[in-house]
């Protein structure tokens, strides 16, 4: 199994370009995320999807979008990329199953995005 | 804002030691759990520690909880030198968010050779 896949591994953008980070999971998972992560901040929830067809903002989604195309995959759009949007960006899924304390919302994360914004 | 703050944030052992590393957070929880982050990959998942549990072991790792203080520690034993990594705590809020996890910034484990 894959798991989590991510694409493009690097990306160079300037300031104003847009581009989309894809994210894939082979686990039949219903949840998915996008997590951007930088020095000193741990990791910050952008958006994340319940279950196919639903999307919810998380801590920090200003300037971005997101779009759950079907169960496997979910992806992150940037429309105008900005020097602040600089960070590497991760996408995860889980499959929570029960509520509440019995929950096992473990996730699986993919290897990361690495923007840099100029 | 972050939910979880580890401490330290850096940590330098030698080898065979005992590494220890704690977990604050703010609100109550449905879980707690801990990962791994080597450099330059993504988060791997180490342990999940309920709200109604106090200590859990998985092989060298002892996570314990204490839910009055709305902390938690996570113990390797006998480090190694591929035990080298960002470690990360995660809690589910309670009574909902069971979809969702808060991380805390992270403690950056060295073991030295």
């Known amino acids: 199994n894959a798991g989590v896949t991510q694409t493009p591994k690097f990306q160079v953008l300037k300031t104003g370009q847009s581009m989309t980070l894809q994210c894939a999971q082979d686990m039949n998972h219903n949840s998915m995320y996008w997590y951007r992560q930088d020095p000193g901040m741990g990791l910050r929830l952008i958006y994340y999807s319940a279950s196919e067809g639903t999307t919810d903002k998380g801590e920090v989604p200003n300037g971005y979008n997101v779009s759950r195309l079907n169960k496997r995959e979910f992806s992150l759009r940037l429309e105008s990329a900005a020097p602040s949007q600089t960070s590497v960006y991760f996408c995860?899924?889980?499959?929570?199953?029960?509520?509440?304390?019995?929950?096992?919302?473990?996730?699986?994360f993919g290897a990361g995005t690495r923007l840099s914004v100029l | 804002s972050q939910q979880g703050e580890e401490d330290p944030q850096a940590l330098s052992i030698q080898e065979g030691e005992n590494a220890t590393m704690n977990c604050s957070y703010k609100?109550?929880?449905?879980?707690l759990q801990w990962y791994r982050q080597n450099s330059g990959r993504g988060l791997v998942h180490l342990i999940l520690i309920r709200s109604n549990e106090r200590e859990k072991h998985s092989g060298r790792l002892r996570v314990t909880l204490d839910t009055s203080k709305k902390s938690s520690s996570l113990l390797i034993t006998a480090s190694r030198a591929a035990d080298t990594a960002s470690y990360f705590c995660?809690?589910?809020?309670?009574?909902?968010?069971?979809?969702?996890?808060?991380f805390g910034t992270g403690t950056r484990l060295t073991i030295i050779p």
């Open positions: 609100t109550s929880i449905n879980n």
């Open positions: 995860a899924s889980s499959q929570p199953g029960l509520a509440g304390v019995m929950a096992k919302n473990i996730q699986y």
């Open positions: 995660a809690t589910a809020a309670y009574p909902f968010g069971n979809e969702k996890l808060t």
